[in-house]
């Protein structure tokens, strides 16, 4: 006689560690399973999996979650990985521990998912090709850091050294302190290291500009703005795969943290900052590609006569709106011409008076 007893899929809520994760099994009713630990591997993420098919995973974003998503969609499952900022009810938790998070996620993703405001990681590949753009950043962030450590260390023994562009800026330091050989010593070895420096982001420039011609040349439509080169266009079409998800094109504005945020109630109605969720580094590629269309050497478009027009209202806070303004404003282009396919106009066509 067969069994025609149904299997209640279970969830399982996954708090992420270096060394272990914290599993927490309940039933479709809550019923807590199983509580237990296993270790970062993929053997026992594969056990897991057997122990409980067709579960329903929920797991913090981190950095082990993009692999092991891929690895528990790939067996079966469903995962939802949380944003973690959004999910206030873990951290505001007053005992807070990898097995009470673990248990959260489970709980909640129980009830209703849409609570974890769960994100999505992209492939693998995707994660491969940003790692240029991301590494790139760093490298970028330590020279900057470097140079303004040698410039405020001459500056205590009265040398004062201009600020020319940092890929020129060891060459210009050892001409300048020809005239200070006894402190040149000291700072050549800082200044081989802005050469090392140099060339390594020399490297990773290469690299982003021959995936952006060979493996993703939909990022040559992108560039047709100007201010926007490689580096942005790249990590935009990496960042934002699936077009097909927004259902409105202004969409990937809040996708991308660059609304504010609100807090309404009754008659009061405060301006806040804006969210900061999503990719923080694309939000920051896109400011700064909205700083350059804004700034004296901007071309004249209508993405730059809009953010004018803001910034004329007067005032720092004015200046830092319009910014943003158009950083979100430039995102919803870039998404509108990845999905129509069609060619960018800085300008509108100004309609001509019939004679």
Known sequence: MKN???IQKAVIGIDLGDKK???CAIDQDGNILKEYFIYNRPDDLEQLSKDYPEA????????HSPWISRLLEGLGHE???ANARKLRAIYTNERKSDELDARMLAKIARLDPELLHPVQHGSEQAQHDLLSIKLRDTIVRQRVQIISSIRFSLKSLGIKLKSPSSESFATYARKALEEHPETLPMI????SSLDGLNAAIKAYDQQIQTACREKYPETQQLQQITGVGPITSLCFVLSVAEVGKFKKNRDVGAYLGLVPRRDQ????????PITKAGNGHLRKLLVQCAQYILGHFG??????????KLAARGGKAAKKKAVIAIARKLAVLMLALRVSGSDYKPLKEEAVDAT
């Open 4 to 6: 025609n007893t149904k």
């Open 21 to 23: 994760h914290a599993i």
């Open 56 to 63: 329903l995973m929920a797991m913090e974003v981190g950095t």
């Open 79 to 81: 995962v939802l990985v």
């Open 188 to 191: 050549e070895p800082a200044l």
């Open 265 to 272: 109630s009754g008659e009061s109605d405060k301006q806040l």
């Open 299 to 308: 071309p004249d478009c209508d993405l730059r006569r809009h953010g004018l």
